[in-house]
């Protein structure tokens, strides 16, 4: 369930929920009773305000379970960091070919 990955994120981050409540811009007992699985049904604005302090894609939370081909999160959040320092796509597939060619 949501709240369950949300927990899990947090707890690996070692971040309280006072934390995560606060600098998501969230109630402390709303955050908890996610956690708790006592609310199954968070806005997605809500869970994108959570996913950005745990540094994670929102996906992670919506997930059920990710399969062993699943992109890791440094992989994931190397991505994001590309994306948000305006590196595009065509971009990315340069710097591709170039390692490509540089194993040659």
Known sequence: MIGDRIKKQ???KNISISQLANQAGIVKSYLSSLERNLQQNPSIQILEKISHVLEIPVEMLLQDKRDNESMDEE???LIHEAIDSGVTKDQFRELIASHR???I
């Open 75 to 77: 992989w994931l959040r």
């Open 10 to 12: 947090r707890l690996e």
């Open 101 to 103: 060619k540089e194993k």
